[in-house]
């Protein structure tokens, strides 16, 4: 028996379910659902409302049905053991705008989306690996709280997790983390400020019209748009980074496929490069228009906004 | 009679490799699909000899054409052997050319006319055969050629001699398509004499499936809706196809075959459907339904089930769309019906998905306002193994979605019950489907699961809702963005 559960379902005569007078009873209806305890909920754009379908003769729907229907009748009827149809299976698609991945299975979106799409920086547009390297990174750009207490104490903290050190400038910063750590000395997760330079835009904003604008980058995180690949591709990037086994980011050097910054984030990289290599050259710009938001850097920079989130 | 045991090969000839059969039958199977697309999917069916085989039909075109001539010229002396003239005269028009020629020999049709009705009931037999090779002919002039024989060929109809009323039958079912001899057939009475016949031949089954063609043939016709389905269902045939959808196990499927598509042809073309479900349509289809779910439930497949399965999915669903909710319960009755639906839609998926979409979608208008329904799926536990089938792409996904918003929708205690049954879990994979329509779905059943109870909610954001519904926000589509932002503000965070 293939289906045993459903067969003892189907011969059990008149199952007792709640009859469909019930329906007779209630009639066609939907409980409220909108109001859910907050008053003039307006601009509820969820309208779904279930619907009976109508199909006629020439529906797509039908097509595969009609032809075996024909091939029977002029006699080319084919059995089940014969043919078989290919079954397909639904693709996944990373659906972030500007950003047009496609995925067979759910663990290679889920993949890219980590990589590239979880943690970005609202201001400058920039792909971290882990929050907290988004969180040092917005600290150290983007709070002008943290430019003044730097001038006064040691702010710029040791990047490995655990060390807990702390410098007075990312210059210091570096030297560790080259010195103990072993770090190389163009890790790309300790740019300074300075280094920033041009960052070419590639793709504009699509869907101006339809967006919220957002007047100041810190207050809403209504609708904004995310520039995924707007960011050039910098030679720089191609020099070998080792990778050592580092605990879960192994995977990703072999995803590659963006143009954001992407490295292994080894705790502890052994590099035989001597730091006196060329002065990083200048990749990125603050063309970024101040009303554009994004990313769920946006939230982190925004302390005390949503206390809720971890 | 159709023997559906044997797979017949008409476009392959003796001696085709497998392989060269599959690419020939793949190459007609192409060809049907652009003449779907053009709105002329037609076909003729052939009745063979019970004494022949299709391997012996071998396509000699010049002896044919040869042939054709000369026999009409022993034909027109007339003799004592004129039946076995005959005989050869219909082995000659198998060949299509040879088809050709026969027509444009001077009285030619004139000739085969007066034998079909003449005093010789052997030579009946064989004119009636060779019009049928020639109804088979793809040429429009040869089938407005056989329009003198018309009236005789229906008049026929009332007749008794089984074999003669099926070539009559098939002979008229070729020739409908063409639409100068529908209308004359029309005007003839064919719809008449089609329920007389098959009101007096009810329990002669080889005449039912004859008859249940020749009807599927005029209602497939594309202006069927303004004159012959009226015409059809003011008669007493809605009634008698209906009898007939049992299949009868000795004979086979083929007669329920035929009437199922015919009361499909009548379902999908109009909305209004008084008529049908006065008569039990719904009540009948579903039930057969019903039956024929426990047999692919068991795993008794029967070569051909879905030849019957399809049609009668279309009329249940089609009917469905037009019942009204106060009807439901009497037109359906027996809520078995989902558990077969279940149940082809588990047994097809794999092997015939197009059947499993259409499952799909009859589950969908019997769930879409019938709330016992809805709970039915619930109580009965059927609700997982829908969810199974959300990875499947090609309609039966989105479908399948819809049924469990349908049921969504219902009451918040539904969604309490989905959510328990894994629906959150499956939705956080299917808002990241390339499809967009699945991702809008998903979107509302979300929105339905969360606001339902403070414990779906509070579930939700434990599987990490809340930061794949930030990443939601910035979806291309301003439509998703809008709802995920409204879902967030309004009820996650608030």
């Not at chain 1, 792909?127 to 430019?147: K, N, V, Y």
């Not at chain 1, 019209?209 to 100041?216: A, R, S, Y």
């Not at chain 2, 037009?322 to 149940?343: E, H, K, N, Y």
Request: charged share 25%.
């Amino acid at each position: 028996m293939l289906q045993p559960d459903l067969v003892r379902l189907l011969t059990e005569g008149h199952v007792l379910v709640k009859s469909c007078d019930e329906d007779c009873l209630t009639g066609n209806t939907q409980e409220p659902r909108q109001s859910e305890g907050e008053e003039g909920e307006e601009g509820n754009p969820f309208n779904f409302t279930p619907q009976l379908i109508h199909l006629n003769k020439d529906h797509q729907l039908f097509e595969d049905g009609d032809i075996h229907r024909h091939m029977y009748l002029q006699d080319l009827y084919i059995s089940e053991a014969e043919d078989k149809p290919t079954l397909s299976v639904s693709e996944f698609a990373c659906h972030i705008s500007g950003c047009s991945a496609i995925f067979s299975t759910l663990e290679e979106y889920e993949h890219h989306y980590n990589s590239l799409h979880r943690h970005v920086c609202c201001s400058c547009r920039r792909s971290l690996p882990s929050a907290r390297l988004l969180d040092i990174h917005i600290q150290e750009w983007h709070d002008s709280l943290f430019t003044i207490l730097s001038q006064r104490q040691d702010m710029y903290q040791c990047l490995v997790e655990g060390c807990g050190q702390k410098f007075s400038t990312s210059k210091h910063r570096k030297g560790h983390l080259i010195k103990i750590h072993k770090y190389p000395p163009d890790f790309r997760f300790d740019k300074t400020k300075k280094d920033k330079g041009n960052r070419q835009t590639k793709k504009q904003p699509q869907k101006d019209t339809t967006m919220d604008v957002v007047d100041d980058v810190c207050e809403s995180e209504g609708v904004c748009e995310v520039m995924c690949d707007g960011l050039s591709h910098q030679p720089e990037q191609e020099e070998s980074m080792e990778t050592h086994g580092s605990e879960e980011e192994a995977a990703r050097m072999a995803k590659s496929a963006s143009t954001e910054e992407h490295a292994d984030l080894n705790a502890a990289a052994p590099s035989t490069e001597s730091s006196s290599s060329d002065p990083l050259e200048p990749r990125y710009s603050y063309r970024v228009p101040t009303n554009v938001c994004f990313g769920r850097g946006s939230v982190r920079g925004f302390r005390g906004r949503r206390g809720r989130r971890k | 009679m159709w023997r559906l045991n044997k797979v017949r090969h008409k476009a392959g000839r003796p001696g085709d490799s497998v392989e060269e059969l599959k690419l020939k039958r793949r190459e007609h199977e192409k060809a049907l699909r652009q003449a779907r697309r053009d709105r002329q999917l037609v076909s003729k069916r052939l009745l063979l000899n019970d004494d022949e085989d299709q391997s012996e039909v071998t396509m000699d075109t010049n002896s044919g054409e040869q042939d054709v001539v000369a026999v009409l010229q022993k034909l027109h002396h007339s003799g004592p052997e004129r039946d076995t003239h005959l005989k050869a005269l219909s082995k000659a028009l198998r060949d299509p050319s040879a088809q050709l020629t026969f027509i444009k020999q001077e009285n030619s049709m004139h000739l085969l006319v007066g034998l079909l009705t003449g005093s010789d009931a052997t030579c009946r037999l064989q004119a009636v055969r060779c019009l049928h090779e020639l109804s088979h002919s793809p040429h429009t002039s040869v089938a407005s050629a056989c329009l003198p024989a018309s009236p005789y060929l229906l008049t026929y109809l009332s007749g008794q001699s089984t074999k003669f009323t099926e070539l009559c039958l098939y002979t008229l079912g070729n020739l409908c398509p063409d639409s100068v001899v529908k209308e004359k057939l029309l005007a003839q009475g064919i719809v008449p004499a089609l329920a007389s016949c098959l009101e007096n031949q009810r329990h002669n089954l080889a005449v039912v499936e004859a008859v249940g063609f020749t009807l599927s043939q005029l209602l497939q016709a594309n202006n069927a809706a303004e004159k012959i389905i009226p015409m059809v269902l003011a008669s007493s045939l809605p009634s008698h196809l209906l009898s007939v959808l049992t299949p009868d196990p000795k004979f086979g499927l083929g007669p329920a075959i035929e009437c199922a598509w015919c009361i499909h042809y009548l379902t999908c073309s109009m909305k209004d459907h008084r008529v049908l479900l006065a008569q039990g349509a719904l009540l009948q289809c579903s039930s057969l339904l019903v039956s024929l779910g426990g047999a692919v439930a068991e795993g008794n497949k029967e070569e051909g089930m879905e030849l019957l399965i399809c049609p009668l999915l279309r009329c249940v669903g089609n009917l469905l769309s037009s019942c009204p909710l106060t009807d439901l319960s009497a037109q359906m009755g027996d809520v078995r019906i989902v558990v077969a639906l279940c149940a082809l839609l588990q047994a097809f998926l794999h092997t015939q998905p197009a059947l499993a979409r259409e499952s799909a979608w009859v589950l969908n208008n019997l769930t879409a306002h019938s709330r016992a329904l809805c709970s039915a799926l619930l109580t009965l536990n059927l609700v997982p193994g829908l969810i199974q089938l959300l990875p499947f792409s090609q309609g039966i996904n989105t479908m399948i979605l819809r049924v469990l918003a349908n049921i969504a929708h219902n009451k918040k205690d539904f969604c309490v019950q989905l959510a328990h049954r894994g629906l959150l879990s499956a939705l956080c994979a299917t808002l990241k489907m390339a499809d967009q329509e699945m991702v809008t779905l998903s979107m509302d059943v979300l929105f339905m699961l969360v606001v339902s109870s403070p414990q779906v909610a509070e579930e939700f954001v434990k599987q990490g809702g809340l930061s794949l519904l930030e990443a939601t926000q910035y979806n291309s589509e301003g439509e998703i963005r809008q709802r995920a932002t409204h879902l967030l503000e309004h009820h996650l965070l608030s």
